[in-house]
């Protein structure tokens, strides 16, 4: 007897549906589709910055750049290789002094627990740095590095607390001058069921700064 097509395509559905009930009986583990925050080109794997917004101040050359290696991508200084076995990192570089931000919103689901972690390192070639609560580099000294996680609507240049939902590193003065790259984690969890902005900034008026970053993740799991 020769089935049709329709009834072939029921039993195909009704096989694959007793197949996945087979998995999660196994296993245990329920993947929702689309359920975890993501962060696309997390680690700049691209060579780009796509999925990132990129905004500078200043009349220079400075601002973020994708690089690979071991030489930074505008001034030539030694820096650090992309981290963790990666081709491509994030760092800024200039020649002139400015202020550059890099950033993306992220929307974070409600029910679920969510872990941000990245990579952070810098090299600061000032002597000191300098930290006004301010990322205008016509603000003498400013020599600085911070990232936040903002408002998804504010300023990307702003620093009023207002537009501010949590800072998670900033630069004092008196922090050494070179950091090697560290991988990083914070809990985004109270931020669940909204969309905020992670925001990276650096400020340099007195001399180099390369201000990196790499591996921006974030891990989502369901609340039990």
């Known amino acids: ?59 220079g050359s400075g601002r973020w750049f994708v690089y690979s290696g071991s030489t930074s991508p505008l001034s030539g200084h030694p820096i650090a290789a992309p981290p963790n076995n990666g081709t491509f990192a994030a760092t800024t570089d200039q020649t002139n002094s400015g202020t550059q931000v890099l950033y993306r919103n992220i929307r974070l689901k409600r029910g679920m627990t969510h872990k941000l972690s990245f990579f952070l390192y810098y090299h600061n070639f000032a002597p000191t740095f300098s930290t006004p609560n301010t990322l205008d580099y016509t603000v003498i000294p400013n020599q600085q590095y911070r990232v936040d996680v903002m408002k998804p609507k504010a300023n990307p240049f702003s620093v009023n607390p207002k537009a501010i939902l949590a800072t998670l590193f900033r630069t004092k003065v008196g922090d050494p ?48």
């Not at 691209?46 to 905004?55: C, D, L």
């Not at 090697?180 to 914070?186: D, E, H, I, Q, V």
């Not at 109270?190 to 921006?216: H, I, M, P, Q, W």
Request: proline share 2%; glycine share 10%.
């Open 1 to 59: 007897m020769m089935l049709s097509k329709k009834a072939i395509g029921k039993r195909l559905g009704l096989l694959a549906a007793l197949v996945a009930a087979l998995v999660i009986a196994c296993t245990g583990v329920v993947l929702a589709q689309g359920s975890a925050a993501r962060v696309p080109n997390g680690g700049f794997e691209q060579g780009n910055f796509g999925h990132w917004k990129v905004v500078n101040q200043a009349g």
């Open 177 to 224: 001058n070179t950091l090697a790259p560290k991988l990083r984690s914070f809990s985004l969890t109270r931020f669940a069921g909204k969309t905020v902005r992670l925001r990276f900034a650096a400020v340099e008026t007195e001399n180099y700064l390369l201000a990196s970053t790499d591996k921006v993740k974030v891990t989502s799991k369901r609340r039990h």
